[in-house]
């Protein structure tokens, strides 16, 4: 069984910073990328950031220079993070941690709350 727990979400101010974090684990295969998206009210789900296994970090327009990710593989856990900083109202949404196998399999989180809010 494949779980994926978010955490780190909620309600910041505009200009502030959070971190999100989405811990993988079970019987995930061989990981060729993990990444965000995020879906805000009335749109439809949007990738904000990916990394894939080796390789360099993408990133959504709105999400460069503000937005980062990254990795961390532990015996038992894969973890995903996005550090997110100068937050701003039109970031607020449910934000999904992804992680795509080498076997073309796509595990997706629970999603997570991000509030930007004055």
């Known amino acids: 069984q494949v779980q994926l727990v978010e955490s780190g979400g909620g309600l910041v101010q505009p200009g502030g910073s959070l971190r999100l974090s989405c811990a993988a684990s079970g019987h995930i295969g061989s990981v060729s990328a993990m990444g965000w998206y995020r879906q805000r009210p009335g749109d439809q789900r949007e990738l904000v950031a990916s990394l894939p296994t080796g390789g360099l970090p993408n990133y959504a327009a709105s999400a460069k220079g503000r937005f980062t990710i990254s990795t961390e593989y532990t015996m038992t856990t894969t973890t995903v993070y996005l550090q997110m900083s100068s937050l701003k109202f039109e970031d607020t949404a449910v934000y999904f941690c992804?992680?795509?196998?080498?076997?073309?399999?796509?595990?997706w989180g629970q999603g997570i709350q991000v509030t930007v809010s004055s």
């Open positions: 992804t992680v795509d196998t080498r076997g073309a399999r796509k595990y």
